[in-house]
């Protein structure tokens, strides 16, 4: 074979080979691409590629004004990746002596050269997650270390590394916390109260970044961004809920009573404008560790006789004007003794007087007289009148009612009696709100509500109505007896204490004795008492139901009228200053011609005692010192108490003139802007709360 057909030979076979590789390789890039494709792409994006949730900013609760009740605020740990792409040895030693400045000049708790140490140590260790400080900072400190030496290049030069956590605030404190409620951080989910009950309105929607390696660095790009949680709005008065709060903190600590709660509801609407829950410490202090409104069901006590005269008066089985034997303090059912908290007993007395006195004899012989033979027929009424459901508030929580029923293992020969009376019955306190919140809404009974709206960046987006739950408790005829005998019981009866001359209350005042489990009602020496109060105002116009119950008071004290009532009565004198409506309503009564003395204003007593002198008014005056009074029109005289002004709290000028308003704010330190002529009607700064800076004050006459 010559030497050129050899080469040709071996030339082909390479050629062949190299053809034949070439083919290898092709239909290998054709089978990665086609038919492993998402194999690799899967592959690769696991290794290449990260995706991370990135959490959406929680909404707000809100009061019934805007104000905030609860609310995240972010906060930011910071570190240093000493490893940055573009962070060179020969910069960082530069620039290590101003950073570290800075950072001493900031947190304040170690020395420059501390800090400048600690730096290069992190440095040199190649640290990627070099925790700068322990201590976590506010935005606004954050836009500050954002710009410190070395920092500023951000984190692929820099080493700059601000991680965000989110620390849910309640910006007043205690107030309503336990109703606004908490979350589990762990998992960024409400747990009680409205956090829980709203949470997947508030916690918006999670987003997505992608993290990918490109050309060796580490790059974030955002896939889906995250949607902001939506606000609720709640009913909550945040003013009126502060003033809730004192009250009955004062009166709980007075009495070292163990626990107490207050609400305070709107009558139309049911908005819940107030509801404080407190219980003592172990330092003797109270705080908000349960909700007792919503959770606690107690024997409520003589509150309840309102529902059972109310069963006795639909069968009209008696009238207030019948009369009962209340005997002489002491009555027997079986052996067992009923007594009345007036020990000589109040003998034959009307219906009426047997509700004002609050005779646990007198009900329960009503009830047990007329019924005894179908107790079913009395415990029907009561079931109609929907005491033994929950009303689904929509706070997780509420306790369920509970009433004895004949034929039950618990029925006996006294369960009727002393049911009829708050025993062997089981409600919580904002259960038995929302029954008397029927009577003073003409009959209607409407769910409490919590919640009237959710809003989103501003703009609100959805409103909740209010629920009737009930559209008639009673007949109007019943309903008219039942409202004489609520207003009885403060004109005339057991809570006389809650009387005033501005407005009319009405309501009914408990005191029922706690069993303590198995041991029953123990004897005197081990006696524990719920006191309670509950009731409606302006009792001829009602705008506002409240309750207030005392558990367990300690100090001898233990009477509902005293013990709650004197709370009901602080939160509704708050609520009558500042409500316009309740106001006017008086003001109208007071202009009507059958009244024969003239309108008159607060102000300087001295000016008017000279001004009723001279038209011969007839006074009652109440006053002892004090430069300053409060007038009532009595009809066919005035009557002159007192009105205290207080150095460093903003007075009360509601009801005076321009000239006497016009003095007292400015000599309290405030400005002052006016409308309107003739009294006073409305302060922008409630009476009673501290002056602070140079605060300007609104006033409205009319």
């Not at 194999?39 to 707000?60: F, M, T």
């Not at 489990?517 to 116009?541: L, R, V, W």
């Not at 309108?599 to 000279?610: A, Y």
């Amino acid at each position: 074979m010559s030497i050129k057909k050899e080469i040709v030979r071996k030339i082909v076979v390479v050629y062949i080979m190299v053809l034949l590789l070439a083919f290898a390789i092709v239909g290998r890039i054709l089978q990665l691409q086609f038919v492993e494709g998402d194999k690799w792409k899967k592959l690769q994006v696991g290794e290449n590629s990260k995706q991370i949730a990135v959490p959406a900013n929680r909404g707000d609760i809100l009061a019934c004004d805007g104000r905030m009740l609860a609310s995240s605020i972010p906060n930011y740990s910071i570190h240093m990746d000493f490893r940055a792409d573009g962070l060179t040895y020969k910069y960082f030693i530069q620039h290590v002596d101003s950073l570290a400045y800075q950072l001493s000049g900031f947190f304040r708790d170690a020395s420059k050269p501390d800090y400048k140490k600690r730096l290069i140590s992190g440095f040199e260790s190649g640290n990627r997650y070099f925790r700068i400080n322990r201590r976590r900072v506010s935005f606004t400190e954050l836009q500050k270390i954002e710009k410190f030496s070395i920092f500023r290049l951000g984190q692929n030069k820099g080493g700059f590394i601000a991680t965000q956590y989110d620390t849910r605030k309640l910006p007043f404190g205690e107030l309503a916390a336990r109703t606004i409620g908490k979350l589990n951080y762990e998992k960024t989910r409400g747990i009680v109260g409205l956090e829980n009950a709203y949470n997947d309105v508030l916690e918006g929607e999670e987003g997505v970044s992608l993290t990918k390696t490109i050309s060796g660095k580490r790059m974030k790009v955002n896939v889906v961004e995250p949607t902001d949680g939506k606000d609720v709005v709640t009913t909550i008065d945040i003013d009126l809920q502060d003033v809730a709060e004192t009250a009955l903190y004062a009166q709980l600590q007075k009495n070292a009573a163990h626990h107490g709660s207050a609400i305070l509801m709107e009558v139309k609407t049911g908005d819940i404008k107030a509801i404080a829950n407190l219980e003592r410490t172990s330092d003797g202090s109270y705080s908000e560790t349960y909700n007792f409104a919503i959770g606690e069901a107690t024997e409520p006590g003589s509150t309840f006789k309102l529902a059972s005269l109310i069963v006795a008066l639909e069968d009209g089985v008696i009238d207030l004007t019948d009369t009962v034997d209340t005997e002489h303090g002491v009555y027997y059912y079986y052996g067992v003794p009923m007594r009345d908290s007036h020990e000589e007993g109040y003998g034959r007395i009307s219906v009426l007087d047997v509700f004002e006195k609050s005779s646990n004899i007198g009900v329960s012989k009503i009830i047990y007289y007329n019924y005894k033979n179908d107790p079913k027929r009395f415990v029907d009424r009561l079931l109609e009148m929907r005491l033994d459901q929950k009303l689904d508030i929509g706070i997780a929580g509420e306790a369920q009612p509970y009433i004895a029923y004949p034929g039950n293992s618990t029925w006996s020969g006294t369960s009727l009696p002393w049911m009829s009376i708050g025993y062997e019955i089981k409600l919580a306190p904002i259960q038995t709100l929302a029954f008397y919140n029927a009577i003073a809404n003409d009959g209607e009974m409407v769910k409490p509500r919590f919640v009237k709206g959710i809003s989103y960046h501003g703009e609100m987006i959805k409103k909740y109505d209010t629920e009737v739950l009930n559209s008639s408790i009673c007949s109007r005829q019943t309903l008219k007896k039942v409202k004489q005998m609520l207003e009885g019981v403060v004109d005339n009866g057991t809570a006389s204490n809650l009387k005033n001359l501005h407005y009319k209350i009405a309501g009914k005042t408990g005191t029922a004795q706690i069993a303590q489990g198995t041991k029953g009602y123990i004897g005197e020496s081990g006696k524990q008492y719920y006191a309670s109060f509950c009731g409606y105002f302006p009792a001829d116009n009602p705008k506002y139901t409240c309750i207030v119950t005392v558990n367990s008071p300690t100090r001898s004290v233990f009477y509902g009228n005293v013990l709650a009532g004197n709370v009901f009565r602080e939160i509704a004198d708050k609520v009558y200053v500042q409500n316009v409506d309740i106001q006017k309503h008086e003001e109208e009564k007071e202009l009507n011609p059958e009244y024969k003395v003239p309108v008159t204003l607060d102000g300087n007593k001295k000016e008017l005692m000279t001004l009723f002198s001279k038209l011969q008014v007839n006074i009652k005056d109440e006053t002892r010192e004090g430069d300053w009074a409060h007038t009532y029109n009595k009809g066919d005289h005035i009557e002159v108490k007192p009105l205290s002004i207080i150095d460093g709290l903003v007075p009360n000028v509601l009801g005076m003139g321009a000239k006497d308003a016009l003095f007292l704010l400015e000599n309290a330190g405030l400005s002052v802007r006016m409308s309107g002529v003739g009294r006073v009607v409305e302060q922008s700064i409630s009476p009673g709360s501290r002056i602070t800076g140079h605060s300007t004050i609104y006033i409205r006459l009319r």
